[in-house]
């Protein structure tokens, strides 16, 4: 079992990456897994995006990331590098969330 938790467009600054990692440091209750949608990460700042690296780097076990954004050019590369990349349009996002509730980790 695993719960999403969606981060829509707020997902700009690092105020927002600090409540973030304190989500996710929260273990679950009867979940496996947590799943935390950042969508239009090209939305965040530079700031945001090196305070995002850091959990991407040494994620706890019981968290995965779907990351969207619309222009991967302007994310940074030292994130592309640590993620696997799909590229897909439109409500892909849901799609890519239920296959990623699907996976078993």
């Given amino acids: ?33 947590r799943f935390f949608i950042l969508q239009n990460l090209e939305l965040a700042t530079i700031e945001a995006q090196q305070a995002l690296l850091k959990l991407l780097e040494e994620p706890p076990k019981h968290i995965r990331f779907l990351l969207t954004t619309e222009y991967p050019a302007m994310v940074l590369p030292t994130i592309l590098s640590r993620v696997e990349v799909r590229l897909s349009k439109g409500a892909a996002v849901e799609k890519n969330a239920t296959q990623l509730r699907e996976l078993s980790f």
């Fill in 1 to 33: 079992r695993s719960t999403l938790f969606p981060y829509t467009t707020l997902f700009r600054s690092i105020e927002m990456v600090r409540t973030l990692q304190q989500d996710v440091l929260t273990k679950p209750y009867s979940e496996e897994c």
